[in-house]
């Protein structure tokens, strides 16, 4: 594939992003008012950070309660592993036993759903949850399966091929024309 243009346009800034989790981590809290059973669980990699920063600030919101985090990693249960080679990102960090918990699973980017169906069957190696709760910095739409975040940052159309990232600075959106 030959890229005859990229052009970035940056969605959220770093503010933006912090709201964000601020916003998404009231939401938490709201929905779950016992939070004893709840456990967060970054997917590796851009879960992860978003993850370790919703536990924070829920724990701050919080106080009475220690929510634990984890992370996972999907590579192993993807659909379409035999389409591209398996990459080891980072290694599955679940520090309990997930039965009867309710998890809110962490990802950056939420497109066609099959990472999140991938981290389902990740989870199931770790217990049964009671529940599984979904939340996503930005959700950029064309989801191949029926799934839907809980908890989101930010909705942003895209066309298929764009590319969106996210970190602490920002999201931007590159889009890319052949």
Not at 10 to 32: K, M, P, Q
Not at 92 to 106: K, Y
Not at 134 to 147: F, Q, S, T
């Amino acid at each position: 594939m030959s890229i005859s243009e990229v052009s970035g346009t940056e969605i959220l800034g770093a503010d933006d992003v912090s709201r964000a989790i601020t916003r998404i981590s009231h939401e938490i809290v709201e929905r779950n008012p016992d939070l004893s059973p709840v456990v967060i669980v970054g997917m590796q990699t851009g879960g992860v950070w978003i993850a370790q920063r919703l536990r924070d600030t829920v724990n701050r919101i919080a106080e009475s309660v220690e929510v634990p985090l984890g992370a996972v990693d999907i590579s192993m249960y993807r659909d379409d592993f035999s389409l591209r080679p398996v990459v080891l990102s980072a290694p599955t960090d679940i520090p309990l036993d997930l039965t009867g918990r309710t998890v809110v699973l962490v990802d950056d980017v939420l497109f066609t759903g099959r990472t999140v169906r991938a981290a389902l069957e990740a989870l199931n190696d770790h217990g049964r949850p009671r529940a599984v709760q979904l939340a996503v910095m930005v959700d950029r739409g064309h989801r191949e399966l029926p799934i839907r975040p809980d908890y989101v940052g930010k909705n942003i159309p895209t066309h298929f091929s764009d590319e969106v990232s996210v970190g602490p600075d920002g999201v931007f959106v590159t889009a890319v024309t052949q």
